[in-house]
């Protein structure tokens, strides 16, 4: 895995066998001060997020503001449709009968907070994303099947490439490998 | 998804290996490995059966049928269909409510099985969703083209035109309008947000260039990250929390069809419940009268179990009790209740010329499905195929029964008529059967019918023990 000096890195990639060898790994490799790392897994793990000290409670805001969105403007629209733009009589029944509006209202909030939950978690995770120097470790496809990645990433403070491939190695892995950038 | 790391695989059954225990959710001795490769071989490297292509063929001629049918409405108009005042809703409507009722049980699965922690569910799910899927588009055919003129069918929405007109927000149909759309949406962004992690993983196992580039694609760039899976699971579980009440709201609003008009038979507040309930009876029943053949021809018996088939019984059961309940009630009130026209009504309906529909209807959903109460039959492949069908087939008997025998002898006695079905009728139904079933092929042999990484995590090396 000889990469030329000149070569961009984007970081060094250590691949494990099992999901509790990729969560101490992790674990080892925060109190060992690396900061900027991502794990990789075939499955979720709820234990990995914390490992990497990651943490993000943006997404339960982004749905409720996505259904309360839809909610007012549901009810909005009708209000308006039936007061305003186009009032009908219809049944005797007072042109602001909300109890009717309450369907449309509903429904209005729970496609508001889905799209909101599917679109809000892609842009967060940055998806579609077609390119990433990950990709380019060939043995990362398996990443997909059976097998558990840890990176740690270049832009690091504490990266320095020989210092922390020696590190990862002692966490036994199945191989290190260099990512090109 | 965090549930399915606290499956009991202490289970002395699955544990001894001593061959399948009816409890287990996964046969032993999988890994992530196994998992991956067995799902992930039906799509890209078994070789398409014959069997395959002879579905197909059958399933896609029935479509070009729908197709014919839609064609020839389309030029000469609705009156092809057998419905007529009185009976101005007939087989479209029947139609409709069953396949959005059959649709309700892959929601079920997929959003309120996950938020009671069931596990069982995780093999089950993928392929429930998409019959969601093919079921609601087959059931917006029906209405779309019973307005007549289709190609007017965005009237239905509320959008600024020349004509100054606005929907009528007061009228169930313009909530249905909503309901239906909003779940066909919902159920499929929840079906492809299932499916993303799956596409990358047929992305990087794809052996040809064309696959690569397409599963590529669709798989957004997915590289399981761990930060990445963390907001997945949130939105995934988002997700659930949200489909829930919407598939409540969406049969209940289907039944806000009926209840709202005053016609006797339509015009009780039992509907909703009612038709939630039959819609997920009709929809288990749905399920397993695919996932039986399908675990068959594709040698699934690993991961959709016996133990799975039984839970799907137990479900219909219960709901199938629900309905009974419902049609008691509805029997009981009409004479309960002394209203002379719904006491005639029900009368019409036991012994009125479409009394044969109703107590076959009757037997096919309240007599025959007791049978459940006993683990033999839960047990027996063969016997939960047959008893799928039978339940399938009455709750169309039971749509038909409610829209047509309400509608044909209503208030006065000279407007009562009679409906017949025509042969349009029939073939846009079949048709729609033969969409379902093309749709479904189509399914199997380009997406993992299974998801595939939900069934990583049932391995038990999936399970993280705590360290420092």
Known sequence: ?181 | MPDQHAHDYEDPLAAGNIGMGSSDVIAPGHTFGSVTDKISSIVLTQRTSIGWYLGFLTAGSLAILLLISLAYLSVKGIGIWGNNIPVGWAFDITNFVWWIGIGHAGTLISAILLLLKQSWRTSINRFAEAMTLFAVACAGIFPLFHTGRPWLAYWLLPYPNTMGVWPQFRSPLVWDVFAVSTYATVSALFWFVGLVPDLATLRDRSQSRAGRMIYGMLALGWRGSARHWYRYETAYLLLAGIATPLVVSVHTVVSFDFAIAIVPGWHTTIFPPYFVAGAIYSGFAMVLTLAIPIRAVYGLQDFITLRHLQNMAKVMLVTGLIVAYGYTVEAFIAWYGGNAYEGFMIWNRMTGPYAPFYWALITCNVIVPQVLWFRRVRTNVAALFMLSLIVNVGMWLERFIIIVTSLHRDFMPSAWGLYRATFWDYSTFIGTIGLFLTLLFLFVRFLPMISIFEMRTLVPEAKVEHEI
């Open chain 1, 1 to 181: 895995m000889a990469t030329s000096r000149h070569q961009p890195v984007y970081g060094l990639m250590a691949e494990f066998e099992d999901p509790n060898q990729l969560v101490a790994a992790a674990h080892r490799a925060r109190e060992a001060g690396y900061r900027r790392m991502d794990a990789y897994s075939p499955l979720p793990i709820e234990e990995l997020h914390e490992a990497i000290g990651f943490h993000d409670t943006k997404l339960p805001l982004i749905v409720l503001i996505g259904g309360l969105v839809g909610c007012l403007s549901g009810y909005l629209l009708q209000f308006w449709v039936s007061t305003m733009a186009y009032p009908l009589n219809v049944g005797g029944k007072p042109l602001h009968s909300w109890p009717a509006f309450i369907p449309v209202t509903f429904e209005c909030t729970i496609l508001g907070a889905a799209l909101a939950a599917v679109l809000g978690m892609l842009a967060l995770n940055g998806l579609p994303q077609p390119y990433h120097p990950v990709f380019n470790v060939a043995r990362f496809a398996l990443a997909s099947r059976n097998r558990f990645f840890l990176c740690i990433e270049a832009r690091d403070k504490k990266f320095e490439l020989a210092e922390t491939r020696r590190f990862l190695e002692a966490l036994e892995p199945r191989e290190v490998t260099v990512v090109a950038d």
